[in-house]
């Protein structure tokens, strides 16, 4: 496989409130973790951190048990993260109300497993096809599926950042799992809304499409910096973080 992680504070806020783990030394799963924190002064980026590292930890101390049920064991993580959040935010004011989006992945060379809470995305380009796979939790979403907005509209949409489902803001969490099928030559896309609300869905698949023939970890950079740039030319009001992996083996020109 090849990947590239990057996350950007963008030209407005004054703390990056974003994290991501990507752990390619797991077997027979690897993980990637996404996270965008809400609440005042560090909070969200302590609830965003907490996350990421709670599935992080849960998933590699459970992996062998569970390698056979990694949906379960992925949703178990993604319950353990809310855990500690919810009970972080309670014993210490500073960080009352906290939480956090996430979008978190286990996949093999058949398989990937999303579980998400949040408008976290994760997304599949397939050839010149780009699919949106986890459905965002927003208030804007859910008047789009209402009919009552167009996808246009909530672009601009001036409430499109309030999400209705987050980790750590109630006593249960209430992910949602998905599970697709790739192959070689298809590209993942874990990423918050600071890209996603700058970048057509257009132009994400015109930029990864060509990662499809890519034979470095280089040229996948390249493609995650020129996404990090596109957002900061539109403004950068939000930060900004991507983890990309492409199924394919370095040097393979096939």
Known sequence: MLYAARSHIGLVRQVNQDC?????????WQLLVVADGMGGASAGEVAS?????????FVRAEIERLSDSPADLLLHAVHEANRKIWDAAK??????????TLVAALYNHEQVIFVHVGDSRGYICRGQELRQVTRDHSLVAELVRRGQL???EAQRHPQRNIVTRSLGT??????????????????????????????????LASLLEPLGQATSDEEVEAVADQLIRLALERGGPDNITLVLVVHRERGDER
């Not at 014993?91 to 956090?100: A, H, K, L, P, R």
């Not at 990423?191 to 257009?202: A, K």
């Open 20 to 28: 991501y783990s990507v752990h390619t030394e797991l077997t027979p």
């Open 49 to 57: 951190r907490m996350a990421a590292d709670a599935v992080s930890q």
């Open 170 to 203: 109630a006593e249960h969490s209430e992910p949602d799992v998905d599970i697709i099928q790739w192959s070689p030559g298809d590209t993942l896309l874990l990423c918050t809304d600071g890209l996603s609300n700058l970048v057509t869905q257009q132009e």
């Open 150 to 152: 167009t996808e246009e």
């Open 91 to 100: 014993s210490v004011d500073e960080y009352v109300g906290m939480g956090t």
